[in-house]
Nanobody
């Protein structure tokens, strides 16, 4: 049984940093794609960053390029989202997700098979 467990959310001031973690259990990840999505109140869930576990390739939402970094620790089966220079518009519930391998970046929530429970990020002064 696949489980994704997120941690690391919280309240941070604009310009601050947070690192989210998502530990995956129950499935070897070599041919999988992992992603971080976020959902603001009343809004659709939107992808933020994608990582191809096998080769480490990454893909980002334009508005987070240069500020967010998605990475993995293969020994710990964990994917991270390092978020710097946070803005109020980055506020939302952040979810990690997993799907089987893909060539074209899978940016739609419906493409993913497994989800974490979510962790709240609030950027406010």
């Amino acid at each position: 049984q696949v489980q994704l467990v997120e941690s690391g959310g919280g309240l941070v001031q604009p310009g601050g940093s947070l690192t989210l973690s998502c530990r995956v259990s129950g499935r070897p990840l070599s041919s999988y794609v992992m992603a971080w999505f976020r959902q603001a109140p009343g809004m659709e869930r939107k992808f933020v960053a994608i990582l191809w576990w096998g080769n480490g390739g990454v893909y980002y939402l334009d508005s987070v390029k240069g500020r967010f970094t998605i990475s993995r620790d293969t020994a710990k089966n964990t994917v991270y989202l390092q978020m710097n220079s946070l803005k109020p518009e980055d506020t939302g519930a952040y979810y990690c997700a997993l799907k089987t391998d893909a060539v074209v970046p899978p940016t739609r929530p419906s493409e993913y098979d497994y989800w974490g429970q979510g962790t709240q990020v609030t950027v406010s002064s």
